[in-house]
C-alpha cells in the first residue's frame, strides 16, 4: 500500500524553526517527484514547494521562498521541509503528496496525500 | 503565475441533484486541469486529471469537462458521500500548481 506519513508539527513562536519529515513508504521513492501542500484552519489549499525525483530541482511558492527549505533522502524514503523565521499565517496542517504522471507523462495530479502535521505558529 | 477562481464558494443542494462546479484559469491551460475532493478532517482526494479523465474507483457520476481556461466539475445525482469541499488545480508549466479557493457542498 502506498503510505505517506508526515512528522514534526508542533507549536512554535514566530521567528522559529520547524522540520517536517514525510515518510514515504508502498513505492519507490526515488522515482517520484514530491511536493508540500497546506491548509490553514478553514481555508483552502496552498501549494508550498516542489522537489524532482533526484532532488536537484525544487520550487517554492513566493510566500515562503527564502523561508523555507525541501529536500530529501532517497536513501531513507523521506521528504523533508526546513521553515524558518516563521510567521503567524504559516499556520497550517502541512501535508506532503506524491506527484503521479499520467501513462503519457503529460499530466500531473497529487497523490496520494498524507495525513498532515499541524504547524501552529504563535506567541 | 496562473491564477485559478472557482466558483461558487459554497452550493447546497439535496441528494438526487446535479450539481455544477466551476473553475477559470487566467490563461490557457489547454487541459491542464485537476479536480480533488476533501472531506472534514481528512486529506484531499483526486477525482479527475486532464480535465476530464477520472482516476480508477471514482463513481460515474463524476464527470469534468473544458479546456483552455473555462472548465466544470459536474456530479450528475449528489449522493450523501459527496457532502465535501472540491477544489480544481491547474497543473500547466512548471510549479506553482496553483488550487482554486474551493467549493464546499452541503446539503440543503
Known amino acids: 500500500e502506498v503510505q505517506l506519513v508526515e512528522s514534526g508539527g508542533g507549536l512554535v513562536r514566530p521567528g522559529g524553526s520547524l522540520r517536517l519529515s514525510c515518510a514515504a513508504s508502498?513505492?519507490?521513492?526515488?522515482?517520484?517527484?514530491m511536493t508540500w501542500v497546506r491548509q490553514a484552519p478553514g481555508r483552502g489549499l496552498e501549494w508550498v514547494s516542489y522537489?524532482?525525483?533526484?532532488?536537484?530541482?525544487?520550487y517554492y511558492a513566493d510566500s515562503v521562498k527564502g523561508r523555507f527549505t525541501i529536500s530529501r533522502d532517497n536513501a531513507k524514503n523521506s521528504l523533508y521541509l526546513q521553515m524558518n523565521s516563521l510567521r503567524d499565517d504559516d499556520t497550517a496542517v502541512y501535508y506532503c503528496?506524491?506527484?503521479?504522471?499520467?501513462?503519457?507523462?503529460?499530466?500531473?495530479?497529487?497523490?496520494?496525500w498524507g495525513q498532515g502535521t499541524l504547524v501552529t505558529v504563535s506567541s | 503565475d496562473i491564477q485559478v477562481t472557482q466558483s461558487p464558494s459554497s452550493l447546497s443542494a439535496s441528494i438526487g441533484d446535479r450539481v455544477t462546479i466551476t473553475c477559470r484559469a487566467s490563461?490557457?491551460?489547454?487541459?491542464?486541469l485537476n479536480w480533488y475532493q476533501q472531506k472534514p478532517g481528512k486529506a484531499p482526494k483526486f477525482l479527475i486529471y486532464?480535465?476530464?479523465t477520472l482516476q480508477s474507483g471514482v463513481p460515474s457520476r463524476f464527470s469534468g469537462s473544458g479546456s483552455g481556461t473555462d472548465f466544470t466539475l459536474t456530479i450528475s445525482s449528489l449522493q450523501p458521500e459527496d457532502f465535501a469541499t472540491y477544489y480544481c488545480?491547474?497543473?500547466?508549466?512548471?510549479?506553482?500548481?496553483?488550487f482554486g479557493q474551493g467549493t464546499k457542498v452541503e446539503i440543503k
Open positions: 503528496a506524491r506527484e503521479w504522471v499520467s501513462d503519457n507523462g503529460d499530466y500531473e495530479v497529487f497523490d496520494p
Open positions: 486532464a480535465a476530464s
Open positions: 490563461q490557457n491551460i489547454r487541459n491542464y
Open positions: 508502498g513505492f519507490i521513492f526515488s522515482n517520484f517527484e
Open positions: 522537489i524532482s525525483s533526484s532532488g536537484d530541482t525544487v
Open positions: 488545480q491547474q497543473s500547466y508549466s512548471t510549479p506553482p500548481y496553483t
